[in-house]
Each structure stands twice: as C-alpha cells, then as structure tokens.
C-alpha cells in the first residue's frame, strides 16, 4: 500500500516526537464491537440505546440498564485486538511519549499492548457505586448469561446499586481524563485521528486543539468526516490496513524484525 498521502503521513509520524493517537467507535467496529448504536440484537432490538444510557433509565430499572451493559462487556470480551490496535501499541513503543486518547469503552487497546490510554467515555470494565462513586470490581467472567434484566451488586461502602463505568448521555466527561486530553493535544507534534466520526462533542474538539496549535493532524477513516477541512494527510481506508502500512512506511528498518 503506497502513495503520496501514505508517504507524507510516514514521514510526519517519523519525525515526530510527541504523538497523540485518537481513537473512535470505528477502531473497534473492525475488531466486530458494534458501534453504540448498532449493538441491538435479540431482545435488545425493542430498545433505543440512547433510552438506555442515560442516568435516568439506571434509576428507573437498575436491572434493565445493568443486564444490557453487561452483555455488552461480554460481547467485548468475545472480540480481539486488530492489526490496527496493534499499530497503535508499535507506535508507542518506538515513542515513548505517545498518548493514546480513546472515546471506546473496551479493553482492546491495553489488550493490543498500549499502556495507560486516556478514556474520555470510561470504561466497561470500571464499574462504580451509582451513588458514592467507590469503585467497584467488575463481575466474574464466566459464561455468557441470557441477555435480559440483571441486578446489579451493591456497593461495598454504601451498598447502593453500582452502575457501568461509562459516560451516558447528559453526563459531562471525566475531569481528569478530558484535562490530560486536551494538554497531550496541546503538547503533541502529531495527532493520528483514527475511526471516528468527529461528530461527539466534547471529544472531537481534541483534534481541533492540536491542528489550532499548529500540529499536523493525520486522519484515518473510511469516509471523509468534518474534520478533513484541518487534516494534513487524509488516509481513506480502515484502520486494520491502513495504520499498520503507516508503522511499516515510518520505520522500513523494523520491518521483519
């Protein structure tokens, strides 16, 4: 896979120093996790999971809203890292100061050997109590239950419900991750834009951060998005293909190795 675009985004991440990695839904969805609003299947065709991510829809029907997060986290399970998961972890071992910044709620990054990514939307293997905040240990993973209502455990300090360790709808972002978010973008030489479609605010302002401080942002995706307008390169192609070929054009050297 070659060509002037590969060749000038190659070049890029060889020079660069600081990158940010800036990972959305489309990342996994090659790795076969549905994206949020495709995963309906079975009984869980009947709801919108926009009805069900929302604090609201936890407080009305705990077991509801917990029984279809756990399949979720179950189906995550089921799936592996892809080649470009495993781009992004080469990316960061040969540049230590890499960040990875993730809008996804799997394990597949630290699953592919990437270390220590910013979660901007938490994390399904994170739960916490609905009302005190304590963290929580996720459930055992044995075998798949039957998709429907479960209760969730209660909390260890207060014994309220815990809830999935995920952003829902109407939440702000995690403090802590959208802060280191934005100062790796605003430190960066480089930003990899990798499978998303730009259109989740807060999140998709990350990239707008780095390209307005005057680092080359490099996008990869399928089809164009709205952040084409501030991209340096844009490498049209899934990330399983194209950001390994990135890694190999970067360092010819490692190749083999």
């Known amino acids: 896979m070659t060509g002037p675009a590969l060749a000038e985004a190659a ?10 990695v800036f990972t959305g839904a489309g990342m996994s969805a090659e790795s076969g996790v ?7 299947t079975g009984l869980w065709e009947r709801y919108d999971p926009r009805e069900l991510a929302t604090p ?3 407080r009305a029907d705990p077991a509801l809203v917990w029984g279809w997060y756990e399949g ?5 399970r089921r799936a592996v890292p892809n080649p470009g998961h495993r781009a992004v972890a080469a990316i960061q071992a040969r540049l230590p100061e890499t960040v990875v910044i993730t809008q996804n709620v799997d394990d597949l990054h630290e699953r592919a050997g990437a270390t220590a990514p910013v979660r901007l939307h938490g994390s399904l293997f994170a ?3 609905s009302a005190c905040d304590h963290p929580a240990t996720p459930p055992d993973d044995g075998p798949e239950p039957p ?6 455990p209660a909390c260890a300090r207060c014994a309220a419900p815990v809830r999935p360790g995920v952003v829902w709808f109407g939440e702000a972002l995690p403090e802590a991750a959208l802060t280191a978010a ?8 480089l930003l990899l834009t990798v499978g998303t479609s730009a259109l989740v605010h807060p999140a998709a302002e990350i990239p707008l951060v780095a390209a ?6 490099v996008q990869v995706n399928p089809v164009g998005t709205p952040l084409d307008a501030v991209c340096a390169v844009n490498l049209r192609g899934p990330a399983g293909e194209m950001l390994p070929a990135l890694v190999r054009s970067a360092w010819p050297e490692d190749v083999g190795r």
């Open 72 to 76: 979720r986290r179950h189906g995550v």
């Open 182 to 189: 934005v100062e790796a973008a605003s430190r960066c030489d």
């Open 56 to 58: 609201a829809a936890f």
């Open 34 to 40: 549905p994206t949020f609003r495709d995963a309906r």
């Open 127 to 129: 739960p916490r109590c």
């Open 11 to 20: 070049r890029l991440l060889a020079a660069a120093t600081r990158p940010v």
């Open 212 to 217: 307005r401080l005057g680092a080359p942002v």
């Open 147 to 152: 998709a429907g209502r479960r209760e969730p």
